[in-house]
């Protein structure tokens, strides 16, 4: 990166919303991975369910253990999709998609660089540490 994000001709409002935009894609990449948690998590209690039906089957319950089996097991976390599917559709049709226009405007506005705000920061903070050194 070359560019000096003190060299960038930003506005106020600009300079806000390349913050706001930089805040909401680390905000939407924490929402993935609650995601893929719930994801995991999920495919956890799936397993401990599957070990429930060999202990239903093992006691002589197959009809609870084939309820199990039949309708719970093989049912999606939601709208009849697999969490493997929610995932996949988030990362592919919301993630990659704003990622990438947050990309671009940021491209456009300034010229690539991330965290502007924050490495403006980290400038005057260590500035004004230095001049308190003198």
Do not use: C
Not at 60 to 89: C, K, M, Y
Request: no cysteine; aromatic share 8%; hydrophobic share 35%.
């Amino acid at each position: 990166m070359s560019t000096d994000p003190d060299d960038l001709e930003l506005s106020d409002a600009e300079a806000e919303a390349l913050h706001n935009m930089q805040l909401g894609i680390e905000y939407v990449y924490r929402a993935y991975g609650n995601l893929l948690e719930f994801h995991h998590e999920l495919g956890h209690a799936m397993d401990r369910m599957s070990d429930a039906e060999d202990r239903l089957r093992e006691a002589g319950h197959e009809e609870w253990a084939d309820e199990l089996r039949d309708n719970h097991l093989p049912a999606g976390a939601i709208s009849d999709q697999w969490t493997f599917e929610l995932v996949e559709e988030f990362s592919t049709a919301f993630l990659e998609e704003v990622d990438a226009f947050e990309d671009d405007v940021r491209d456009e506005l300034a010229d690539g660089v991330d965290h502007v705000t924050e490495r403006r920061q980290k400038r005057r903070l260590r500035e004004r540490a230095k001049r308190d050194d003198d």
